[in-house]
């Protein structure tokens, strides 16, 4: 069980207001939402700086949650896993028709853990107006890159669409639409999608909040080579067709207020969309002692979700959840009943954004006194628990 929880007017989370504040002045990003609760009771639901110049930020206003927004398609497979619909050890090609290219292997446990072997598949199409379907085939007929199961490499959309594809495959309705009866309804998730439809892109008007350029890169091919170059999301992301994508490994969207409610879910506070065992089983180490080709770091993975050592600034050892391109963080710790997350509008380089989030981290579980401190990990950055040095190589992050 978890330790005894303090009354929210006890626990001082002004620090990690002042932190965005700091951050922000350093061009890190304009406006970011914070929320935080322990045992369910509130600590934290804030909104800081703006979401686009002159408008203020506001804490239901909708943000790009890029990959933290994997674990809402992780659920949605799990559950079908919950009501016996699928097997986590059922092959991929059962599902999805010209599954291929030396791929035939793959089971969907490969994929949750990222070992299927297609990272790069159809990497090109997410920038692309580009339909779920044409995608999908994409990445059907995309090469394998390893025999699967032997190596891994976080795929950065490839992953989660055939996730998707899977649950569309098994109950008729398409991921968004499964999501969203199944997830975003029970839990009062209120203005969360995947894919914001046109007509709700209007009515949202100015609550959906653009996101911002501030140094992020990507690894892309340059001749014969590999090198570091601008990724520059605000010229895409932020288009109407961008919007719109059914992507669920990178497309998800909502508030920092939302996305809380789903980890309290996960946790057994309010509704649940997953029985405990499950939760249990998700959150447990499915992968061990294997480089990451694209963070280039060795680190465990539960089945979809990012375990503690993924999570810079010292989050419980038994944290786990997701993080979004260089801009979003959110995970619960089962031994504190705490949850965090924290959303940002601006991408900066991996390096800044480490270090951003780290210190966020560290700042919340401080404050919440010496009862967290002994379930904790060590207060470093990834950077610094990876051996990453300033001006060398940097990781990938989706």
């Not at 929210?8 to 002045?25: A, F, H, K, N, Y």
């Not at 322990?38 to 949650?65: F, H, P, T």
């Not at 503690?308 to 786990?320: D, K, L, P, T, W």
């Amino acid at each position: 069980m978890a330790a005894v929880t303090p009354e929210p007017s006890t626990v001082d989370l002004s620090r990690v207001v002042e932190l965005l504040e700091i951050q922000r002045g350093k061009d890190l990003h304009e406006g970011a939402q914070v929320y935080v609760s322990r045992a369910g009771s509130l600590l934290l639901d804030e909104a800081v700086g703006e979401s686009r110049a002159g408008r203020r930020i506001e804490r239901d206003d909708v943000m790009l949650l890029y990959s933290a927004g994997k674990p809402l398609t992780t659920v949605a497979v799990l559950q079908l896993w919950e009501r016996g619909r699928l097997g986590l050890d059922d092959r991929v090609g059962d599902y999805i028709a010209d599954w291929g290219g030396g791929k035939e292997s793959v089971t969907i446990r490969h994929v949750l853990t990222h070992t299927g072997g297609f990272p790069r598949a159809a990497t090109d199409l997410y920038d692309t107006d580009v339909g779920f379907d044409e995608t999908l085939a994409a990445i059907a007929a995309h090469p394998a890159e390893w025999e699967p199961g032997t190596k891994a490499g976080y795929h950065l959309f490839a992953g989660w669409s055939v996730l998707g594809a899977i649950v569309e495959a098994v109950d008729g309705r398409r991921i968004d639409r499964y999501v969203t009866d199944e997830v975003f309804t029970p839990l009062g998730m209120d203005d969360c999608f995947i894919g914001v439809p046109p007509d709700e892109q209007a009515r949202l008007g100015d609550r959906l909040v653009p996101v911002q350029w501030k140094g992020h890169v990507m690894l892309r091919p340059d001749g014969d080579e590999l090198a570091f170059v601008p990724y520059r999301v605000d010229e895409s992301h932020n288009e109407h067709w961008h919007i719109a994508k059914i992507e669920p490994g990178g497309n998800a969207r909502g508030s920092a207020r939302a996305l809380g409610r789903f980890y309290e879910s996960l946790l057994g506070l309010g509704p649940q969309v997953l029985e405990p065992r499950t939760v249990e089983v998700m959150a447990s180490a499915h992968r061990r002692n294997m480089r990451d080709s694209t963070f280039l770091a060795v680190a465990p993975w539960g089945l979809g979700v990012q375990l503690s050592e993924m999570i810079g600034g010292g989050a419980g050892r038994r944290a786990f959840g997701h993080g979004g391109m260089v801009s979003t963080e959110a995970f619960c710790d089962p031994d504190l009943d705490l949850v965090v997350v924290v959303v940002t509008n601006g991408l900066p380089g991996f390096l800044e954004h480490d270090q951003r989030v780290s210190a966020i981290v560290d700042a919340i579980y401080s404050a919440l006194g010496d009862d967290a401190q002994h379930v904790r990990r060590p207060a470093r950055t990834l950077a610094e628990e990876w051996g990453f040095a300033k001006g060398t190589v940097r990781p990938d992050d989706a």
